[in-house]
């Protein structure tokens, strides 16, 4: 087939890359293709020149960094190219129940992320990190899972050039079971327990460290280490040498990351209670940060968070002397941050040797007796038995997350 009136100029070899690329998206059309890319800048220079002029403030400066009220976007093309050495930050996550600091939804999400993304890149440097943690989501009105966290993920990689140097998972010990209705109610789902945290970088070699994070030993590893080792081949082929029994100063981490939340009780909290501040329901444990900003900088480096919340990552950097920047839109939640940095607050980094024991599944046996939840739980049982409609409005009503995640 000729190709269109507008591709006629290309090489043979051109309009094949053109159909490869546009085939890997999806879109066999090349003019369709085209046009959607065209769209899709053309949204992104908007959405840049619209937060390029709004008003970004300073609130506070602290020892090491600053305190912004305004859109990160506004931040961010303000600064140098290649000025960050680690992006850390949880960004809005695409819930069902849109939250009070107006995440965009699941499905627009990509959209939504790509300007961030493009000065994302743009201000890191070649030895840099962009660290994102990011909750799952379910899809509305029923017991699946939304896509968009991996589609954020794939986008970063794929369109933008970011490397996947390893996923982590923040696991929770003592996050709440939800949504309620399918994991509670209708007991059709496990818990999830787990964050997804990204770490990317611009190149394949950003710089790194993981002797600076070390983990405590297990027991079982204490034990091998006080009797030592005798280096053989493993089933699984691994040649394991005696080495392996040399106490070092503690084990290499894993990228399961088990962080308990246990800032409700916090001087952060307190403050805002007292001032009528609204607590943030969505933070992170210190812990998450300090993790990546040992692991991936140095002192002195400069730590960014677009997406600040209650400042917490500044906080960290404070306490560990990196420089760092973080931009918030919600004032109310500047508020409350600045407890963070008054003279009196108190560290929120501390060192503990805090083990967790997973419990396993399965741990009763023949359980057979217990029947399958019928229709895979699409009626609540016990319920007059609702119409398909009726029962997608019901879950749509329960299953809205709470954000219990960060929250004990
Ligand atoms: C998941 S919370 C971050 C919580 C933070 N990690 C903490 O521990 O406190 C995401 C935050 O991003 C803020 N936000 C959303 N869009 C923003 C933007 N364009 N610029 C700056 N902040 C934004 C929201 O108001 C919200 O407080």
């Known amino acids: 087939m000729p190709p269109p009136h507008d591709l006629q100029g290309l090489t043979p070899e051109a309009l094949a890359a053109f159909r490869s690329v546009a085939n890997t998206h999806a879109c066999p059309e090349v003019m369709r293709y085209l046009e959607q890319m065209e769209q899709r800048h053309s949204t992104i220079e908007a959405t840049l020149t619209e ?25 961010m093309q303000q600064q140098t190219a290649g000025s960050l050495d680690l ?19 699941a499905e627009e999400y990509c959209d939504w992320f790509r300007p961030f993304a493009m000065e994302m890149y743009r201000l890191l440097s070649d030895t840099g990190s962009l660290v994102i943690d990011i909750g799952g989501s379910w899809e509305k009105g029923q017991p ?29 010990p003592s996050k709440l079971p939800s949504p309620a209705e399918w994991v509670t109610i209708r007991r059709i789902r496990p818990k999830d327990a787990v964050n997804c945290v990204w770490w990317l970088s611009k190149t394949p070699f950003p710089k790194a460290s993981n002797k600076r994070v070390l983990s405590p030993y297990s027991d079982s590893m204490e034990n091998l280490l006080r009797k030592g080792y005798e280096g053989r081949k493993r089933p699984s082929g691994h040649d394991i040498s005696e080495r392996f029994s040399e106490r070092q100063q503690g084990a290499i981490p894993s990228n399961l990351l088990a962080i308990a939340n246990t800032e409700s009780s916090s001087h952060y909290s307190a403050y805002c209670r007292e001032h009528g501040y609204p607590i943030h329901p969505a933070r992170f444990p210190a812990k998450l940060p300090e993790y990546f900003i040992r692991m991936l900088t140095d002192p002195g480096d400069q730590v960014f968070d677009p997406f600040a919340g209650s400042f917490l990552t500044g906080r960290v950097c404070e306490e560990l002397g990196r420089k760092w920047a973080g931009t918030e839109v919600q004032r109310d939640y500047i508020q409350g941050a600045l407890s963070r940095f008054a003279p009196d607050a108190p560290n929120v980094l501390r060192y503990d040797k805090t083990t967790y024991a997973l419990p396993g599944p399965c741990a009763f046996g023949n359980t057979d007796d217990v029947p399958l939840v019928p229709d895979g739980g699409r009626h609540r049982a016990n319920k007059r038995p609702a119409s398909v409609d009726a029962a997608d409005e019901d879950a749509e009503d329960e299953t809205g997350q709470k954000e219990s995640r960060h929250e004990l």
Request: aromatic fraction near 18%; hydrophobic fraction near 40%; charged fraction near 15%.
């Open 87 to 105: 992006i850390m930050t949880s960004p809005p996550f695409g819930l069902v129940r849109k939250k009070a600091y107006g995440n965009a939804a």
């Open 51 to 75: 937060a390029r002029h709004a008003p970004l403030y300073s609130v506070q400066r602290t020892t090491h960094g600053t305190l912004y009220e305004g859109n990160a976007l506004t931040y």
């Open 144 to 172: 699946t899972r939304s896509l968009y966290h991996y589609d954020l993920l794939v986008m970063l990689v794929r369109e933008f050039g970011f490397y996947l140097c390893l996923e982590h998972y923040w696991f929770s």
